[in-house]
């Protein structure tokens, strides 16, 4: 496994860029990548990073980021919310929301299977919400498929609340960002 993403051109998606090809396994994210991610893009929804090997131009992955935020509105009491915050912040940092960056897709194409781009992204987009984005964020945050929960939690996220369990599809998943600059 190579231990940097060096190899690799990672570069927002032009206005006029078409992807191709591209099959990571789940048919909503590859329409994504292939149909909507210009669209998003052209109405400042969401930012589209393509990730393309050198030698073939191939795009092996992708993740999309927006702005985010952890509210009270997403745990079921403010008590839940308050003991989330009680954890996370001294008492004059206690709002009643704090920034985050969404993680709103992120897909590899089965083609690059093995090569862990999946974590090794993860890792530079930590590193981006601390070092490139030019206002404050807190939190990383995901709506994780049922299925990828280990992924994200072996990557670091936790559940945010024990509320969205009753989802069969999702749960949101959160990473503490100050754990970046704590290391």
Known sequence: MESSLESYDIHILEPEEKIESFDCGDADLNDFILNN???????????????????????????????DKVSMSEFESKTEFNRFRKQKFSNEKRLKSYPAVK?????????????????????LIKMMCIEDIKFGCRFL???????????????????????????????????????????
Not at 54 to 63: E, G, I, K, P, V
Not at 163 to 169: F, L, M, R
């Open 37 to 67: 991610a210009q669209l998003y893009q052209k109405e400042l929804l969401a930012t589209t990073y393509v990730v393309q090997d050198y030698d073939t131009c191939r795009t092996l992955a992708f993740f999309s980021l927006a702005t």
């Open 103 to 123: 993680l709103c897709r992120i897909g590899v194409d089965i083609s690059a299977r093995g090569l862990h781009l999946g974590s090794r992204l993860i890792d």
């Open 141 to 183: 945050t995901v709506d994780a498929y049922v299925n990828r929960i280990s992924f994200y939690k072996n990557n670091g996220f936790n559940e945010m609340t024990e509320a969205d369990k009753n989802d069969e599809h999702t749960r949101v998943l959160i990473y503490d960002l100050k754990k970046v600059i704590d290391i």
